[in-house]
Nanobody, 118 residues
Framework: QVQLVESGGGLVQAGGSLRLSCAAS????????MGWYRQAAGKQRELVAT???????NYADPVKGRFDISRDNAKNTVYLQMNSLKSEDTGVYYC????????????WGQGTQVTVGS
């Protein structure tokens, strides 16, 4: 069983910055993909950014140039540095871990609220 615990959400003014962290624990494959997704009120969950265990990153167009995803493989932790925040970045941010150990696994954290005031 794998657990993902997020931290770092909160309230920030537009133009400000926040850093999210997600620590994974349990039986984790060395090869995996960790990432962040978000869900605004009344909308579907959407991709924010992902990073492979090898360091390859992928960003959604709305956050390119403003957000930076990184990870510490030794700690099984992924980070999301969010800069130049906009009101449209408001939502619940979910950490995600995808890996294959014989079977495909897809784990989610409980979510952390990010609110950007205008």
């Amino acid at each position: 069983q794998v657990q993902l615990v997020e931290s770092g959400g909160g309230l920030v003014q537009a133009g400000g910055s926040l850093r999210l962290s997600c620590a994974a624990s349990g039986s984790i494959s060395r090869i995996n993909v960790m990432g962040w997704y978000r869900q605004a009120a009344g909308k579907q969950r959407e991709l924010v950014a992902t990073i492979t265990s090898g360091g390859r990153t992928n960003y959604a167009d709305p956050v390119k140039g403003r957000f930076d995803i990184s990870r510490d493989n030794a700690k099984n932790t992924v980070y999301l540095q969010m800069n130049s925040l906009k009101s449209e970045d408001t939502g619940v941010y979910y950490c995600n871990l995808k890996m294959t150990i014989g079977t495909y696994f897809d784990y989610w954290g409980q979510g952390t609220q990010v609110t950007v005031g205008s």
